[in-house]
Structures are given as structure tokens and as C-alpha cells.
């Protein structure tokens, strides 16, 4: 059994069922759920975890970490679910999005939320029309591919995982957390994939984007959601990191909601 960052927060009293396990996106770790959405999801009666992939977090790997590959990560996520009470409901932001959509297409789970979701067809789309967005973001997050977090201007990186909501002095927290992304990664999923890893068409799936990402833009989610045999939601006045927006709390509902409504339903 490899070494695991699994950050788990559990509620006071009895469970609601399933439990839920978030998978970080490129460049994170756990610690992105664990701010604000692990403790408000115990606080609200569920069983919440967040894993770190292997090179991130406190996870073994962080020397080995550009020797990694997607596949890697969704076994990654495999093996923590299997740690886990039960079969979780797997909710993933960005790349984990991806993770998440793949761990779906190799086992059953009872549901997948995606938020801000790197597309099943790869990065190629949104990597070209983040150079038409905005030029400076899509230079610096090359620079931070390439050379590391310490490379880049933090205004850049506010900028691409936040609205214009976030306060600075709390945007730069966060940002102090960045680390490298594995290069063979980004390379699994930079570019076009013509015949992506789908889950089951009768998965239940929620799709969430944010109205103001600059990283999946609108057009990028609505293909996402088509390709899964769903329609999209969006979040307004939300940048890329949902999770720690200055309104996480409705993103937060929103989730909770469609789970209890199209998942505990059928546990029950």
C-alpha cells in the first residue's frame, strides 16, 4: 500500500451515506478542500476526505514526481476509495476532474461531481484559447509548467484561479501552497485526445463551471457536460478555484444538493 495524504474530517453523529472524497487539481494538493469545503461538509453531516496524489501534498512521490502519469493518479484515487467506509461519491476540480472521470470509466462508484473540470478531450482547446484570453496568464502558467512556482508572478496565478472578488492578501495565502505539476502529466493531457476515457453514460454526473474561469471558459464546460450525456451548471461571479472563492459556500450547496437529491435517494 503506497503512503497516502488522506485528509479526512468526519461529523459528529452518524453519517449521511455515501462518503465523499475530493480529488485536488494540477499544481495542489488535499490541503485545497480542506480550507473551507471538508469542514463544512462535516459540519453538515458528511463523511469528507480529500486525497493528495503521489508528488503532492504530504503524499509520497515528491522526488519522483515528473515520472508520474494520469493513470498513476487514478489509481491513486482507486486505492483511496477503497480506504474509505464505502463506495464515495468522487468529486474532482481541474485535472482531478480528468482523474475523476477516468477512475469512473474503470470502476463503479455511486456518482462524480466535476468543478471546473479539465475537458475528457484534453488540454489542447482551452491551453490555445487561454493564449487568446489572456496572454500574460497563459505565459506565466507556461512558465510555471516549465520552471516551478517560484518562477512566476503571483498576480498572474490570482489572476487565473480566482475572480476579481479575492482580496489579494487572502488570494496570496493560497497561492504560497502551489507546487510543481508532474511534465508527464501535462504531456498524458495536453493535447488532443480523439477518443477520450468516458464513465458510463447512465453515471450520475454534475457538471459545474465557473462563470468567470479563465482557464475552462463556458464553451469548454458545456462540451464537457455534452460528452458525459449531461448539461452543465455555472456558478456566477466564480473564478476556477470554486472551493475558496470568496462565495465558496454556494458552490458548496450546490453540490451538497445534488447529491442529496440524485445519490442519497437511491442509498436510501
Known sequence: ?????????????????????????????????DAKFLPWF????????????????????????HDFGIADYVDDVLEAADRLSSPPVLIGHSMGGMVVQRALAKRRF????????????????????LA??????????????????KAIDPDAIRRAMFSDKMPRAEAAKYESCLQEESRRVLLDIGGWIPFPVL?????????????????????????????????????????????????WQSAAERVEAWIAATVTAEVA
Request: net charge negative.
Open 110 to 129: 455511486p456518482a462524480g461531481v466535476l468543478m471546473a473540470s479539465a475537458p475528457p478531450y484534453g488540454l489542447l482547446s482551452s491551453t490555445m484559447g
Open 1 to 33: 500500500m503506497s503512503t497516502l495524504e488522506i485528509i479526512s474530517r468526519l461529523p459528529a453523529g452518524t453519517p449521511k451515506m455515501p462518503p465523499l472524497l475530493f480529488v485536488h487539481g494540477a499544481f495542489s494538493g488535499a490541503w485545497i478542500w
Open 42 to 65: 462535516a459540519a453538515r453531516g458528511w463523511e469528507a476526505h480529500a486525497v493528495s496524489l503521489r508528488g503532492h501534498g504530504n503524499s509520497e512521490g515528491r522526488d519522483r514526481l
Open 199 to 247: 464513465p458510463p453514460r447512465d453515471m450520475p454526473m454534475l457538471v459545474m463551471g465557473a462563470e468567470e474561469d479563465l482557464l475552462f471558459p463556458r464553451a469548454e464546460v458545456v462540451a464537457t457536460a455534452a460528452a458525459l450525456g449531461t448539461r452543465p451548471v455555472f456558478m456566477p461571479g466564480m473564478g476556477h478555484a470554486m472551493m475558496l472563492e470568496q462565495d
Open 132 to 149: 487568446w484570453r489572456s496572454p500574460y496568464v497563459f505565459q506565466q502558467m507556461s512558465m510555471l509548467m516549465t520552471f516551478g512556482e
